[in-house]
């Protein structure tokens, strides 16, 4: 798949290998996850309110567009989060759990 950004410059850094949506995929290291998400596609996650996909949008941590989610629950923001070894993403906000009350 032909990815959003394609990177031109800085190939010789290590790799680092995490999990998006399930799949194996590779990033070097001091990329953000942005970086990492749209060389591999078009889009960063699923809107949470239709059935578009959303890119991102400022680039720079302040509209709030390119949140994804760890498969623990813990949201994160594309543009300003590096890639770590191991990190295992998912593109689609996990449904909401709400304790139980009475």
Not at 53 to 69: I, N
Request: with cysteine.
């Amino acid at each position: 798949m032909s990815g959003r950004f394609v990177r031109l410059a800085e190939q010789g850094r290590p790799t680092v290998k995490l999990t998006v949506d399930g799949s194996p995929i590779e990033a070097l290291r001091g990329d953000t996850l942005m970086v990492a998400l749209l060389i591999q596609g078009n889009a960063l996650r699923q809107s949470e309110f239709d059935s578009g996909r959303r890119a991102g949008f400022c680039l720079m941590g302040a509209c709030q567009d390119c949140w994804v989610w760890t498969r623990s629950g813990e949201r994160l923001r594309a543009c300003s989060n590096e890639v770590r070894e191991g990190l295992d993403i998912v593109t689609t906000q996990p449904e909401a759990i709400w304790p139980l009350h009475g």
